[in-house]
C-alpha cells in the first residue's frame, strides 16, 4: 500500500501560469516532507521542503504547503518557467528508522514556452 | 556540496549472473541509501547503511543484498539477476537535515 501518493502522472502547463502540483499521504507518523526534481539521466535534486510544524514554507518562486488534516501537501510554482520542465517527486520521513524517505510515484510537469 | 558517484552508470547482464553496483561518497557521511526507480513506482528504498557493517532492509530487498566495509563505499549486489531487477538505481547520502542527495544513478537491463 502506497502512503505517499501523487494521483496526477502529468500535468501541462503555459509558460508564466502557476503550476501545482499535489500529493497526498496516509501515515500520520510523517513529520517531514520534501520535493524532489529529476531530469531525465540524471539523479533526483531536492527542491523545497517542509516541516509538519509549519503549512507554508516559501523559497523564491516555489511554495510547498502542508494540510495535516487533510493529509495532503501540494508544490506550487509560479511563474513557471519551461526549465521546470520535469519529473515532481513527493517524499516523506517519520523520526526514527535512519529517516527513511518514502516517495511517490512522480508527477510529470511539462510548462509549454 | 558531498561528491556522490556511482559505477557503472549503464550495465546489460544476463540473467542468473551476479551483478555489483559500487556507490561513493567523498566525505564521511554516515547515512546511505539504496533505490530503484521505475514507472509507475517512484523511488523505493532496498537497502540503507547507518555505518561501516550497519545495514538493514529497506522496503523491496528481496534479491539484494548489501555492503559496507568503508564509511566511504555502499555496494549493492544482485545475487542472481532477473529480468524484475531492470531498472535505474540510484544511491543517496543524507548530508545534513532530513534530505539526501542523490548519485546520477546506474541503468541496469537484465536480459
Known amino acids: 500500500d502506497q502512503q505517499v501518493k501523487q494521483n496526477s502522472p502529468s500535468l501541462s502547463v503555459q509558460e508564466g501560469r502557476i503550476s501545482i502540483l499535489n500529493c497526498d499521504y496516509t501515515?500520520?507518523?510523517?513529520?517531514?516532507f520534501l520535493w524532489y526534481k529529476k531530469y531525465p539521466a540524471e539523479g533526483p535534486t531536492f527542491l523545497i521542503s517542509?516541516?509538519?510544524?509549519?503549512d507554508k514554507n516559501e523559497d523564491g518562486r516555489f511554495t510547498v504547503f502542508l494540510n495535516k488534516s487533510a493529509k495532503h501537501l501540494s508544490l506550487h510554482i509560479v511563474p513557471s518557467q519551461p526549465g521546470d520542465s520535469a519529473v515532481y517527486f513527493c517524499?516523506?520521513?517519520?523520526?526514527?528508522?535512519?529517516?527513511?524517505?518514502?516517495f511517490g510515484s512522480g508527477t510529470q510537469l511539462t510548462v509549454l514556452p | 556540496d558531498a561528491g556522490i558517484t556511482q559505477s557503472p552508470r549503464h550495465k546489460v547482464t544476463e540473467t542468473g549472473t551476479p551483478v555489483t553496483l559500487r556507490c561513493h561518497q567523498t566525505?564521511?557521511?554516515?547515512?546511505m541509501y539504496w533505490y530503484r526507480q521505475d514507472p509507475g513506482h517512484g523511488l523505493r528504498l532496498i537497502h540503507y547503511?547507518?555505518?561501516?557493517?550497519?545495514?538493514d532492509k529497506g522496503e523491496v530487498s528481496d534479491g539484494y543484498s548489501v555492503s559496507r566495509s568503508k564509511t566511504e563505499d555502499f555496494l549493492l549486489t544482485l545475487e542472481s539477476a532477473t529480468s524484475s531487477q531492470t531498472s535505474v538505481y540510484f544511491c543517496?547520502?543524507?548530508?545534513?537535515?532530513?534530505?539526501?542527495?542523490f548519485g546520477s544513478g546506474t541503468r541496469l537491463t537484465v536480459v
Open positions: 543517496a547520502i543524507r548530508e545534513t537535515g532530513y534530505g539526501y542527495t
Open positions: 501515515n500520520s507518523m510523517f513529520d517531514y
Open positions: 517542509i516541516s509538519s510544524i509549519k
Open positions: 517524499a516523506a520521513s517519520a523520526s526514527g528508522s535512519a529517516r527513511q524517505l518514502t
Open positions: 566525505e564521511n557521511h554516515r547515512y
Open positions: 547503511s547507518y555505518g561501516v557493517k550497519d545495514t
